[in-house]
């Protein structure tokens, strides 16, 4: 088995594996699964900040409220961890991140589409040790010195982590900007839904705005989301 650490660079606090709290990723091999899977990402620490969630409530309440409204969601169980003989705080989360499996179970008769990582454009010193955060994932229409959309601009912040074709291929996401950027009010309403199911986003958007999660796409810090277009409809 193989296991790292997980989380975004604001969650890097970490002085070892049975240090400071943190989150892990356990990887096993193709020939010894374990639960019938060979990725466990990730073994989160309940909370924004690892383990800053006492109650261990905020992530079950808010999924709750995801499950009455209909929407898409992630699969999240407590589990007991221990390192090298040591507990891991009270309990942790095995929190199911979205990937091949998640799609095929969320878009079963149209799993073959692009499934994109919302996340910031973050550019490291050569030390890896300090960070800059450059831009949040935005629908920004960003172009080149000829107006074609500038897809070096893109790659940060729609990172492709499922394509039927090419991890170059960001027509959808090219779309989708042309889309949000139109100026006309009504024609801009048409152009996003025949895109976006805007009701489900909407939807996501008011509960992340209900339960005060403002590290959100759609919210301050556009990120910690992720996009799935469908081959076919959207």
């Given amino acids: 088995m193989m296991a790292r650490y997980a989380g975004s660079p604001y969650h890097q606090q970490f002085n070892s594996p049975i240090g400071n709290l943190c989150h892990y990723k356990f990887i096993f091999p193709d020939d010894d699964k374990f639960l019938g899977a060979t990725s466990f990402n990730k073994i989160h620490q309940p909370g924004n900040g690892p383990g800053d969630d006492t109650a261990i409530q905020r992530e079950q309440t808010s999924y709750w409220l995801v499950r009455q409204l209909g929407l898409p969601w992630n699969y999240r169980r407590f589990v007991a961890v221990y390192v090298n003989g040591h507990r891991r705080g009270t309990l942790m989360e095995d929190a199911q991140t979205p990937d091949a499996d998640v799609v095929k179970e969320q878009f079963p008769n149209d799993a073959d589409g692009f499934l994109y990582k919302l996340q910031p454009w973050f550019e490291f010193n050569a030390t890896g040790q300090n960070f800059n955060n450059n831009s949040w994932c935005t629908l920004n229409d960003y172009t080149t010195a000829d107006g074609s959309k500038k897809l070096a601009r893109y ?80």
């Avoid at 309403?189 to 759609?218: K, P, Q």
């Fill in 155 to 234: 790659r940060w912040n729609y990172l492709a982590r499922r394509t039927p074709d090419s991890a170059n291929n960001y027509t959808n996401v090219f779309a989708l900007i042309d889309a949000a950027n139109t100026p006309d009010p009504n024609a801009y309403v048409t152009n996003m839904e025949s895109l976006v199911d805007m009701e489900e986003w909407m939807r996501i958007f008011a509960v992340e705005h209900a339960v005060g999660n403002w590290d959100a796409f759609g919210s301050q810090n556009e990120q910690n989301m992720y996009a799935y277009k469908p081959r076919n409809g959207r």
